[in-house]
């Protein structure tokens, strides 16, 4: 079967996110995302580029109305687009500024979705715990609300500002 590597993949994703054009409020990828001179990337970052960035650039790659070497090609890569747009709609409804109790459920039952066929659309794959951990998210919302009341943004920020401090390599 003929599949692009990994590497191809990415470079063909990257060459078509960064053509789209966003809200100047919209937080976006750093331009030299995937290479090392592009530090981490912060949470803000990873939410704009699998609720944004990922589904335009797969959809344009593998969606309805693309060409594929063959159908068997075509049909493999319409099931990872599709397996990965149940992540992201996991992803959105987490990141929602609001939540319902109808939100929770439907992020249950897309993140139930993708983990469950992980297996099926990559075989050699081996189960995380973060994958278990996903499922808790539908308690949290529930208990806490919307995630971006809990979530660990505001300490990553303050880790980063105090990892630009200059300690001349002592501490104290």
């Excluded at 993949?9 to 960064?18: A, D, G, Q, V």
């Excluded at 990922?54 to 687009?81: C, N």
């Excluded at 609001?98 to 794959?125: C, D, F, M, Q, W």
């Amino acid at each position: 079967m003929f599949v692009l590597s990994a590497v191809e993949n990415l470079l063909l994703l990257l060459r078509r996110s960064f053509k789209i054009t966003i809200p100047s409020w919209f937080t976006s990828v750093p331009s030299d995302f995937g290479s090392a001179s592009a530090g981490t990337m912060k949470v803000d970052e990873w939410c704009s580029l699998i609720t944004v960035y990922i589904p335009i650039a797969l959809v344009s790659l593998w969606g309805a109305g693309t060409s594929h070497p063959s159908d068997e090609v075509g049909t493999h890569l319409r099931a990872v687009l599709d397996h990965t747009m149940e992540l992201v709609c996991a992803v959105y409804l987490t990141c929602a500024q609001t939540t319902t109790v109808e939100r929770a459920h439907a992020y249950r039952s897309h993140i139930a979705l993708y983990v469950g066929n992980l297996k099926k659309i990559y075989p050699n794959i081996a189960l995380r715990p973060n994958h278990h951990a996903a499922f808790h998210i539908y308690d949290f919302l529930l208990l806490f609300g919307p995630a971006h009341s809990w979530w660990c943004f505001p300490f990553e920020r303050l880790i980063e500002i105090l990892q630009r401090l200059p300690v001349n390599d002592k501490t104290g």
